[in-house]
């Protein structure tokens, strides 16, 4: 059975820097495309980024230039660098397969 894991989440500043983690196991990761996708409070699903299978990344408008999506294939895993964090980006963080496969998140909090 397909499983995702999130991790890294927490409380940061504004303008401070976190590593998301997502551990994947259950299917062949290295052919799957791979996305982050967050909700805020009150708020409904927000694609995030995504990378496909070769390695292409895409990234949201409000996000570009700021987060960073990649993967290990060696080790399933999908990451997500988040630097200039700013108090919109507080949301539940998920890793996403192509499949709609989704892990159960991990809370990022922005605040001072």
């Known amino acids: 059975e397909a499983q995702l894991v999130e991790s890294g989440g927490g409380l940061v500043q504004p303008g401070g820097s976190l590593n998301l983690s997502c551990a994947a196991s259950?299917?062949?990761?290295?052919?799957?495309?791979m996305s982050w996708v967050r909700q805020a409070p009150g708020k409904g699903l927000e694609w995030v980024s995504g990378?496909?299978?070769?390695?292409?990344?895409s990234y949201a408008d409000s996000v570009k230039g700021r987060f960073t999506i990649s993967r290990d294939n060696a080790k399933n895993t999908l990451y997500l660098q988040m630097v200039s964090l700013k108090s919109e980006d507080t949301a539940v963080y998920y890793c996403?397969?192509?499949?709609?496969?989704r892990g159960q998140g991990t809370q990022v909090t922005v605040s001072s």
């Open positions: 996403k397969n192509s499949v709609g496969k």
């Open positions: 259950g299917f062949t990761f290295s052919r799957y495309s």
């Open positions: 990378i496909n299978s070769g390695g292409s990344t």
